[in-house]
């Protein structure tokens, strides 16, 4: 049965004991040797291919090939130490934290895998770099891999569930440092003591505003993550040699909560498994089939759908059509509002020579694009051709969102067969015609029209690595993957993809101190 942890700031005259602290109740979950459900591994394994699907993607973008040549250049001999990096043969490695750090921007960069919106928002497959490269690094069988994934993702989604960052402008990946070290702590069979000091130096390092996610957005939206692992990694390593971290790390009179969250005076109540209970987190998770930010995926097969049952708004926008759109509006949740919608107030949303990291954060040009082109694709539609071209500036300049309080109120539902990430499209023609539609949840969703199963998985695997990795890798990678939980440990420092020769000299090799 799950244990509900109240938290509260207290005074240092209060002399809150370890055993009363979320730091450890996170550790002890950590430490527990509970088994992983047969279902719980099943998704791990799903999100594993997931997580090589789009790190394999986006193995040439420049933010991935400047992260790649980092941990390059802190290369270690193979000898049974060291963590293999995307795209790079099986024999280059380079140490656990430098491989956490590169492959977490090849995962994350194209905004691509799986998600957890609750109180906070997060990407739990963030999780994956981290602990497998530690895995790799001291050679950890494929159980050991499944039991730190599981707590990863069992630690990230109950604080995401509870603790709310994005209110205060902090990043969300302060949920992510202490969950990978969580992971890590489980892997390694680590006491509650070293995984207790090794998460809350993780926080401590990880916490930092949500600029990187404000106006013209930057590449650094990518290496935030893989900064938190990287963190995570070097924080486990500290605290195995003995090395502590600060206390009260979430409660302290001058710790994250009084200082950077909801204050002296608040308190949270986080669910976290009981002693002997499954960690299922991951199983309330999703992943995305459109590259994009999730609350963007719902809107994605609304306009596909309408551009499919309304010819006219095929026709709208292009020269010489007799009826075009006068407005589109899109009512929605608070956190669509003002996070990627009008509501931001950002200009940047709505500029054809902004960033793919800013288009890919801003609805009215998503809803512009998959309405004209009855899809979406993961470098078509963000090419600067594709933004830039005329009647979808005309159209995109016409779209604005609006929050919607009911539709605010399912986005924050405990209830998930309630909870909704999407909203009502109100269409106006020039001809006085209006179009209106809703949608809830995306296709992909648990409760959406196409939920994905393992053979999308596969499928949507098979579509990203196609172009750069061979048809023998790909199966060899799929075998190894299948097999999860009982590869051995030579196996487990075989779980990566390795590009197929010539793609990665394609991509550009940055220079830098190191």
Not at 175 to 189: E, M, Q
Not at 281 to 288: A, E, N, P, Q
Not at 299 to 306: G, H, P, Q, V
Request: charged content about 20%.
């Amino acid at each position: 049965m799950t244990v509900t942890h109240h938290l509260r700031v207290h005074r240092s005259d209060e002399n809150l004991a370890r055993e009363g602290q979320l730091a450890w109740h996170i550790a002890q979950v950590a430490a527990d040797p509970v088994e992983v459900d047969p279902d719980v591994v099943d998704m791990i394994i799903n999100r594993v291919i997931d997580n090589a699907a789009v790190a394999a993607a986006s193995l040439t973008r420049a933010p991935v090939s400047a992260a790649r040549q980092q941990a390059l250049d802190h290369a270690v001999s193979v000898g049974g130490s060291g963590a293999t990096v995307f795209g790079c043969s099986l024999d280059r490695r380079t140490s656990p934290e430098w491989a956490a750090w590169a492959n977490g921007v090849a995962v994350r960069e194209l905004d691509y895998h799986d998600t957890f919106l609750a109180a906070d928002y997060s990407h739990p497959g963030d999780n994956i770099p981290p602990i497998l490269a530690v895995a790799q690094h001291v050679g950890a069988d494929g159980r050991a891999l499944v039991r730190g994934l599981a707590t990863g993702y069992e630690i990230q989604i109950d604080l995401v569930r509870a603790i709310c960052l994005h209110k205060h402008k902090i990043d969300h990946v302060a949920h992510l440092g202490p969950s990978a070290a969580a992971g890590i702590g489980t892997l390694l069979g680590l006491d509650v003591e070293t995984i207790y000091q090794a998460v809350g130096q993780a926080l401590h390092t990880t916490t930092a505003t949500r600029q990187s996610r404000k106006g013209e957005i930057s590449t650094w939206k990518a290496h935030a993550p893989a900064f938190a692992g990287k963190m995570a990694v070097e924080a486990v390593d500290r605290a195995m040699r003995g090395e502590t971290s600060p206390s009260l790390i979430y409660e302290g009179e001058d710790g994250v909560i009084a200082w950077l969250l909801d204050g002296p005076d608040a308190s949270y109540d986080v669910p976290l498994p009981a002693e002997g209970e499954p960690k299922r987190g991951i199983l309330d998770s999703y992943t995305k089939e459109h590259s994009a930010e999730y609350q963007a995926q719902a809107w994605i097969d609304l306009a596909r759908r309408l551009h499919g049952q309304h010819p006219v708004l095929r026709q709208a926008q292009q020269p010489g059509s007799e009826v075009n759109v006068e407005s589109i509006v899109l009512h929605t949740s608070h956190h669509t509002h003002y996070v990627i919608g009008s509501g931001a107030n950002d200009p940047q949303k709505y500029d054809p020579t902004a960033s793919r990291e800013t288009l890919d954060h801003s609805i009215p040009y998503i809803f512009a694009v998959a309405l004209q082109d009855g899809g979406w694709h993961h470098v078509d539609s963000y090419t600067p051709a594709r933004a830039g071209r005329e009647d979808t500036v005309a159209l995109w300049h016409k779209i604005t969102t609006a929050e919607d309080p009911e539709w605010t109120r399912r986005y924050h539902s405990d209830d998930p067969n309630e909870k909704a990430f999407g909203g009502r499209v109100v269409i106006t023609l020039t001809d006085g015609t209006v179009i209106e539609d809703e949608i809830a949840v995306a296709d992909a969703h648990p409760l959406g029209a196409r939920p994905f199963v393992r053979e999308d998985y596969v499928r949507k695997f098979r579509l990203l690595a196609e172009p750069v990795l061979s048809a023998d890798e790909i199966e060899r990678f799929l075998a190894l993957a299948e097999r999860l939980p009982e590869l051995t440990p030579e196996e487990v420092q075989q779980l990566t993809v390795v590009a197929e020769f010539g793609v990665l000299a394609s991509a550009p090799a940055p220079k830098g101190l190191f």
